[in-house]
């Protein structure tokens, strides 16, 4: 609600007299700060918050498996937050760079928020290993402070999943994760690294760890994305 708001008054609420019967309809103000307020809580970063949107994501006409993430993610948004019975209720998109994982991943929690007004949470792995680190040097915040809101949100978006394959960084993930399987929390995941890669190159499981792994299987349906980086088209435009 702003208190200077013109259409209510800051009273948050707009009242009609139609034909001698009084109703109150709550003002448009106060829907716009519920949103900058999920949105603030979502942590979700500023070159995501505009761009990533379905509605701006290209589906090639020859990709199938492009056609396929993009109908799973608008689907996954549309139904949120109700899930078919014994199927999992997270996602986990797999594919190489640029192919638009983290770009569909961030449309859904954008979906979420913005037209269910529900909250959501991004994180990046990267991101919060480092603050965590950072924390064990006398920080004011604790690891558990870092870590709770993520376990307890409603819908958590971990990008760029397997990207440290420490024995530190698996048992971190692996808190998380368990946390999040053990109360059935819908969970979004991206990676680059897949569950049977070309020889030489570390599977899913050898990154993250078996444990978290066979969790993340019950817990999401896997999306295969497959195609060239998207960043290179842009280069060459
Ligand atoms: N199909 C698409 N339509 C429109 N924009 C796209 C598409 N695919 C990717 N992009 C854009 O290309 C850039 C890279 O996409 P994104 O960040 O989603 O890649 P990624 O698969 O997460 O890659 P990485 O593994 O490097 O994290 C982003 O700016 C994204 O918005
Ligand atoms: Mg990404
Ligand atoms: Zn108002």
């Given amino acids: ?9 800051g009273t948050g609420y707009i009242v009609e007299d139609r034909s001698g019967s009084v109703y109150s309809k709550p003002c448009a103000c106060i829907a716009t700060e519920k949103d900058t307020l999920l949105h603030r809580d979502s942590m979700i970063p500023d070159r ?10 290209t589906v090639p006409e020859k990709n199938a498996s492009l056609q ?25 998109f797999i594919g190489p760079c640029g192919v638009g994982k983290t770009h569909l991943a961030v449309s859904i929690l954008n979906e979420i928020l913005f037209k269910k007004k529900k909250p959501v ?5 990267n991101d919060l290993y480092r603050e965590i680190r950072a924390s064990y040097d006398g920080s004011q915040v604790s690891e558990y402070d870092i870590l709770t809101p993520l376990v307890e949100t409603e819908l958590l978006l971990v990008d760029e999943l397997g ?15 368990s946390q999040r399987y053990n109360q059935s929390m819908p969970t979004i995941l991206t990676t680059n690294y897949l569950d049977e890669p070309a020889p030489q190159e570390p599977s899913l499981t050898a990154r993250i760890g ?8 019950e817990m999401c349906r896997t999306v295969v994305m497959n195609g ?4 290179n088209r842009r280069h060459r435009q």
């Fill in 68 to 92: 396929e993430a993009f109908l799973v993610a608008k689907k996954y948004a549309g139904d949120y937050p109700f899930f078919e019975e014994g199927k999992p209720n997270g996602l986990l």
């Fill in 121 to 125: 949470r991004f994180v990046d792995l």
């Fill in 228 to 231: 060239e980086d998207y960043r």
């Fill in 163 to 177: 990207c440290v394959a420490s024995p530190w960084a698996q048992d971190t993930l692996l808190f998380l994760v």
């Fill in 48 to 57: 995501y918050r505009n761009n990533c949107v379905l509605e701006n994501f």
């Fill in 210 to 217: 078996v444990r978290s792994r066979s969790r993340l299987r």
């Fill in 1 to 9: 609600m702003t208190s200077n708001c013109k259409r209510c008054g």
